[in-house]
């Protein structure tokens, strides 16, 4: 005898009240999921520092484009204005200039002071500025901190190397391990009283190493020509400033060469109608002679 059996599957209606209460009825994992990446989220945003990017343009005289504009010491061959763009992006991105702007403003002494969970770097609102007056060995500045407390208009405190604060007067004299120096006070500095401020010293050939990687200098357009210059940095203001006093010591430098060949000419132009008046000089009594 055979038998056969049929199995016949039915379908259950979907029931969305019972997936949300099941899954509800775990709520508290979601809750703290949330809160702990809305928490992260906010450590993040308060903990990291926007980085913004800085660009200037600067244009390059062309004096191929000013023909009738020649001067005398041009037809004589004696000066070279065509200079190309590509030049004068390395020169822009030269040791020597970017080093003369790392002195300029600074940049190898910054300032520091704890807001909550994050540091705020002080460029332009530091309440005091680092005067260097003479180090003991150079390049010793690197990777030195000095903590200063804030005491008053006329005095601060700072920390020894055995953790004690030690008061000071501003201007006064200090000797430390890498040299001696001062604290000038700035405008700022009814608003810092009583803060801690750090200020982070660094040697200066490895900050001008660093700006020589981190300003990108670029040839926009070869015909007119047009050089950008742009610089990524977390403040604002100091990337202007970067960008500012390099075409400044850029146009510095330039004036100074042209004047420097310019002198050149004149001396060897004088030379050569001192001894050109010599000559006619002997040409004329030889000619009296005759």
């Known amino acids: 005898m055979f038998i056969s059996t049929k199995q016949t599957q039915i379908s259950k209606p979907f029931n969305f009240k019972e997936i949300i209460t099941k899954y509800t009825h775990h709520w508290y994992f979601f809750a703290l999921g949330v809160s702990l990446t809305f928490f992260a989220a906010f450590l993040y945003l308060r903990v990291t520092k926007p980085i ?68 705020q770097e002080l460029y332009s609102s530091s309440p005091v500025k680092f005067k260097l007056l003479k180090t003991k060995i150079p390049g010793d500045l690197d990777k030195k901190q000095l903590q200063i407390k804030i005491k008053d208009k006329t005095a601060f405190f700072l920390k020894m190397p055995g953790g004690e604060f030690k008061a000071f007067g501003f201007q006064d004299t200090v000797s430390s391990d890498f040299g001696t120096w001062q604290l000038i006070p700035g405008t700022t500095l009814d608003n810092f009283a009583g803060s801690t401020v750090n200020i982070n010293l660094s040697d200066p050939d490895k900050i001008s190493n660093q700006y020589q990687k981190n300003i990108d200098v670029s040839l926009l357009d070869k015909k007119a020509p047009t050089i950008e210059l742009s610089i990524n940095d977390r403040i604002v203001q100091r990337g202007k400033d970067i960008l500012n006093d390099l075409i400044r010591v850029y146009n510095q430098a330039a004036v100074t060469e042209k004047n420097g060949v310019t002198q050149s000419a004149l001396s060897f132009i004088n030379k050569r109608l001192s001894s050109l008046t010599g000559e006619v000089c002997n040409a004329e009594k030889q000619l009296k002679g005759f």
């Open 52 to 119: 913004y990017q800085i660009n200037a343009s600067l244009m390059v005289k062309d004096d191929e484009k000013n023909p009738d504009d020649k001067s005398a010491l041009y037809e004589l061959n004696l000066t070279d204005p065509h200079k190309a763009a590509e030049n004068e992006i390395g020169i822009l991105q030269s040791r020597n200039l970017i080093g003369q702007v790392v002195n300029d403003l600074q940049l190898w002494c910054g300032y520091t002071i704890e807001n909550g969970l994050s540091t």
